[in-house]
């Protein structure tokens, strides 16, 4: 390993990086941390070989560039464009999480696929997953990832149904995975989607309550439900912010609370930049990568 000074790039489409990032990139290790806001996606290019060519290549491990924003298309399309910039044998590490979103993400389906695990001899792949919040860049990754590992995913669409048939197509163009639109818009349909739901993902907005009291009484066949909001009120009535594996209260389903999934997270978004730090080769990581390490964390 090269033993250059370790530099971090951040860039951030919007206004401000975010400073949860900054902390953790330095207390990761990162030596030198440069903040570039408002950047625009044809920006990467010259910024990356810009940052490559002013090194040897053998202290190019220890460069990375950092994508924020709160735009999941986006912060993928900066992390290509800076793959695509490379010329080797110059190099440099990538690492996409915009808004957190990522490693939250991955910690989400990692305790999940865990307590079912754990409580009930499930593995994720076959069981019916549905996302409240699904356009958001939360549920895009926890959607992916959960099917990936096989599970049946449907995209459940608050206000119109148009935003997550597009987000359903561009999952299958990336990824390949097949993800169901939903439309949850009235009292009948959100109910009937949490009827006959195995898993729930409640990643809407801080402060909206995904599953009423009433809710949870029809969820018959609710395996886990995960919420990441710490904003009262929960997003899962009922819903303790530490909850890993125990029964929420007025159903058979098991919880997974927001501080559970955040100390996942925290924990996830570490190890990846300090593996960045102590690498030998380039790495680049983006909410698959996530997952794994989660997934790592707490098997």
């Known amino acids: 390993m090269s033993d250059a ?15 949860f990032d900054v902390n953790m990139a330095a207390d990761a290790g990162y030596k030198t941390i440069v ?8 920006e990467v290019r010259p910024l990356v070989q810009d940052a490559i060519f ?31 910039a490379l010329v080797p044998p110059f190099q440099l590490s990538t690492f996409a999480d915009p808004a957190g979103s ?28 549905a996302i409240f919040g699904a356009t958001g860049v939360v ?47 009235t009292p009948e349909q959100k ?23 009433e ?12 919420d990441v909001n710490a904003v009262p009120p929960p997003g899962v009535e009922g819903m303790e912010l530490f909850m890993n594996g125990e029964q929420i209260p007025g159903c058979d389903a098991l919880g997974v609370g927001p501080l559970a999934i955040g100390d996942v997270k925290y924990k996830t978004q570490s190890g990846l930049l300090k593996q960045m730090i102590n690498a030998t080769e380039a790495q680049h990581y983006d909410f698959r990568d996530a997952f794994k390490t989660a997934r790592g964390l707490i098997s």
Do not use: C, W
């Open 5 to 19: 000074r370790p530099i971090l790039h951040m860039l951030e489409p919007n206004k401000h990086v975010s400073p």
């Open 35 to 42: 903040p570039y806001t408002n950047v625009s996606l044809d």
């Open 54 to 84: 002013s090194r040897p290549p053998d202290y190019g491990v220890r460069t990375g560039f950092f994508f924020g924003g709160k735009d999941a298309i986006l912060a993928l399309d900066m992390i290509k464009a800076a793959q695509d």
């Open 102 to 129: 990522f490693t939250t993400a991955a910690g989400m389906v990692a305790l999940v696929e865990q307590v079912l695990k754990q409580k009930l001899g499930r593995s994720l792949k076959g069981t019916k997953v």
């Open 139 to 185: 549920g895009f990754a926890s959607s992916i990832i959960s099917a990936l590992e096989g599970a049946d995913v449907q995209l459940v669409a608050h206000r119109g149904v148009d935003r997550v048939i597009k987000a359903a197509a561009v999952s299958k163009e990336r990824f390949g995975v097949d993800l169901e639109p939903v439309a949850g818009e």
């Open 191 to 213: 109910a009937d989607i949490i009827a006959n739901a195995e898993i729930i993902y409640a990643a809407a907005a801080a402060g909206v309550q995904v599953v009423s009291k």
């Open 215 to 226: 809710d949870k009484e029809r969820a018959k066949k609710l395996l886990v439900v995960a």
